[in-house]
């Protein structure tokens, strides 16, 4: 059981109290950590959905108030992800936080299929670090600036910085939001004044959908939306067919291709079945909540607007009574005898030959469609078997490289750590894998401590110094490895590095 909780901010991701909470604790070991918080010792954690929250409520101590309703919606990023979904759906989701199910919650939402991804690290904003710093001795990881297309600090109108912090590992260690892995230093807005302006428009929308509380609606009643504010502006006709290509070409005079590329939603003008001549189509294909937020911006619709609207007329049916000028049976035994004429052919390849004949007996007749038309399905072909020695001699020269790399890169040191290996590499956690032995033990041998990695940094901000001509002292040695002013612990460390003459370079 937890022996306390730590103060909880505004806006804090859940996974930032308990990575707290485990440095409070002097935690050393990810699973003894997991028992005391969980219960569990071997679970998924995510930074994002984190699941199984009923139990981490009950191992809480007894005087906390806090709900699981209220970690999910004020301390996870369930709000954003679910603000477009049904609320049948969005229950399920969280009911699965509460009580746990076993699996990825992000790939049932769609992420590793979807084509708007969310930040493979954590990001911050230089200022409120400054401030969080100045104000309560720490600083924290915000939900708001890991939602995918936030560019700007709504706060302070900075851009916000990547760390190494991976931000989608199903087991997923717990970093704080420290002078490690942010600092102080605010870098040049490289976007210009239009995108930002759209940028920030857009964070406005994602935080009514991260506060606030409104009715859930249907993906039908969405798309009906929609199709009003196309009518109204003349993309849609009186009876709600959508001028597609009308649609398309204003929504690319409104936004810029640039910013469209930041937003992950380049629309390919070459591709029929581009995303955004889908996107208002009544069909179950997954929407990412940032291109709900897009489309509405276009029509000049705010997320609070939009919510509270509640008619939607969408399409005018118009009714047409079809009735077939042939033979039922005429029909059946011509599509018989193509399937006799065309043995092994499947579904689609039946369908090509006969073009006509197919859609209407799919469409008048499709349980004896279903039940004379066979299914062929071709087999999968074997993955090759992997020759891990190979692999293991290929990845851990890879590792090698990395790791020259990192220590070899310009500028203020990066810590040598597995994460680090695999960033600079560019790989995922299956570099992990127990089967790759050599790499594995090479890793292990060269990932640093936080205790060398901070003499490394000590030394590398003495050398800039002296290359600078600058007079030495702790405090500015200090303020250059990025540790801020008030650290004693650094600062004796400080002064034992100098002591024992280590100024040179």
């Given amino acids: 059981m937890m022996n306390f909780i730590p103060q909880i901010y505004s806006d804090e991701l859940l996974y930032s109290v308990l990575a707290r909470y485990k440095r409070m604790c002097g935690m050393v070991s990810r699973r003894a950590f997991l028992k005391d918080v969980y219960g569990e010792s071997k679970m998924l954690t995510s930074?994002?959905?984190?699941?199984?929250?009923?139990?981490?409520?009950?191992?809480?101590?007894?005087?906390?108030?806090?709900?699981?309703?209220?970690?999910?919606?004020?301390?996870?990023?369930?709000?954003?992800?679910?603000?477009?979904?049904?609320?049948?759906?969005?229950?399920?989701?969280?009911?699965?936080?509460?009580?746990?199910?076993?699996?990825?919650?992000?790939?049932?939402?769609?992420?590793?299929?979807?084509?708007?991804?969310?930040?493979?690290?954590?990001?911050?904003?230089?200022?409120?670090?400054?401030?969080?710093?100045?104000?309560?001795?720490?600083?924290?990881w915000r939900r708001l600036f890991q939602v995918p297309g936030v560019l700007y600090c709504p706060k302070h109108g900075v851009s916000l910085k990547s760390t190494i912090v991976p931000s989608t590992e199903k087991y997923a260690d717990y970093w704080c939001a420290d002078s490690d892995m942010c600092s102080a230093d605010v870098e040049d807005d490289t976007y210009d004044e239009q995108i930002k302006e759209l940028n920030l428009q857009y964070i406005w929308n994602v935080i009514f959908l991260m506060n606030s509380a409104y009715k859930k609606k249907e993906l039908s009643d969405v798309v009906h939306f929609y199709i009003d504010r196309l009518r109204e502006r003349r993309l849609a006709s009186a009876k709600g067919f959508i001028r597609i290509q009308d649609f398309v070409d204003e929504f690319l005079r409104f936004y810029p291709a640039d910013y469209l590329n930041l937003m992950q939603s380049n629309v390919d003008l070459n591709q029929q079945a581009n995303w955004l001549r889908l996107f208002v189509r009544n069909n179950a294909k997954n929407r990412s909540p940032l291109r709900h937020l897009l489309v509405l911006q276009f029509l000049g619709v705010s997320a609070d607007e939009f919510f509270h609207e509640q008619s939607a007329t969408g399409k005018i049916a118009v009714r047409v009574n079809h009735t077939p000028s042939f033979d039922l049976e005429e029909r059946r035994t011509a599509w018989l005898k193509i399937i006799e004429d065309n043995p092994g052919l499947n579904r689609s390849q039946l369908k090509e030959i006969g073009k006509g004949l197919h859609t209407w007996i799919y469409k008048h007749d499709r349980e004896w469609y279903d039940q004379v038309t066979p299914r062929v399905r071709k087999r999968k072909k074997r993955s090759p078997v992997i020759d891990w020695a190979k692999r293991d001699e290929e990845c851990l020269a890879l590792a090698k490289q990395a790791v020259e790399s990192i220590l070899n890169r310009e500028g203020k040191p990066i810590r040598v750590l597995p994460a680090t290996i695999r960033q600079e590499i560019g790989v995922r956690r299956w570099f992990d894998n127990r089967k790759l032995v050599r790499t594995r033990q090479f890793i292990q041998q060269v990932t640093e401590d936080i205790n060398s990695y901070r003499i490394r940094k000590i030394k590398w901000a003495i050398s800039e110094l002296e290359s600078e001509g600058v007079s030495l002292t702790v405090y500015k040695i200090q303020l250059r490895a990025g540790f801020g002013g008030d650290n004693k612990e650094i600062a004796k460390l400080i002064s034992r590095i100098v002591d024992i003459g280590h100024l040179s370079p």
């Fill in 47 to 140: 930074i994002f959905f984190p699941q199984y929250l009923e139990s981490l409520r009950e191992n809480m101590p007894p005087y906390s108030k806090i709900t699981v309703n209220e970690l999910i919606w004020n301390h996870t990023m369930f709000p954003f992800y679910t603000a477009f979904l049904s609320k049948e759906r969005s229950d399920s989701i969280h009911s699965m936080m509460v009580d746990g199910c076993g699996k990825s919650i992000e790939n049932i939402l769609g992420f590793s299929g979807g084509k708007v991804k969310p930040y493979s690290r954590l990001r911050y904003c230089s200022m409120c670090y400054s401030e969080d710093i100045e104000e309560y001795g720490e600083s924290f």
